[in-house]
């Protein structure tokens, strides 16, 4: 068996709730449009690309973000979201080689979003979302709160199209 066969799961885990599933959808490839408001990048019309996959006997969901400006990859990093029956939630785990970047974030179904909350390395508190879902496009808002302790301030934005369709 190599590493990929080993790696890669066909779908989730039958100890995965249905109800619980809230990533697969997301399985495929996708075509981003990029913006991040920390360093201003939008008159760039930065492009990448996401790959979702199940992932460790199906009781993960693996992904990898990529996208470059000004010929260096800004991004090219992996999620790592694993089902946690015992917090009935998903532990996520990113991590960004390229820039060094690590975050671990919990995941839940809030409403119609997926919510993510956890913190940056300086114990900044975090929360990403996928917003505007469809079967062929999301929204995906990273946020920090900020020292109000009250307002959250947009970090970056990627709007996603299908593309394996």
Excluded: C
């Excluded at 996520?92 to 060094?100: D, E, F, L, M, Q």
């Amino acid at each position: 068996m190599t590493m990929m066969e080993a790696l890669l799961a066909p779908g989730p885990a039958p100890d995965i709730p249905p109800e619980a599933d809230i990533y697969g959808w997301l399985i495929g490839s996708w075509e981003l449009e990029v913006v991040h408001y920390g360093k201003d990048i939008r008159e760039q019309h930065v492009r990448g690309e996401a790959h979702f996959g199940w992932a460790l006997q199906g009781r993960a969901v693996q992904d990898v973000w990529i996208y470059t400006v000004e010929g260096v990859h800004a991004t090219y990093g992996t999620t790592l979201r694993v089902w946690d029956a015992a917090i009935g939630a998903w532990r996520v785990t990113w991590i960004n080689p390229a820039s060094g970047k690590r975050n671990e974030l919990i995941g839940r179904r809030v409403g119609e979003e997926l919510v993510q909350l956890g913190t940056h390395p300086d114990g900044t508190l975090i929360r990403w979302r996928f917003t505007e879902m469809t079967a062929d496009s999301f929204r995906w808002l990273g946020e920090a709160l900020n020292a109000d302790g009250a307002t959250w301030r947009l970090e970056a934005e990627f709007r996603g199209r299908r593309a394996d369709r």
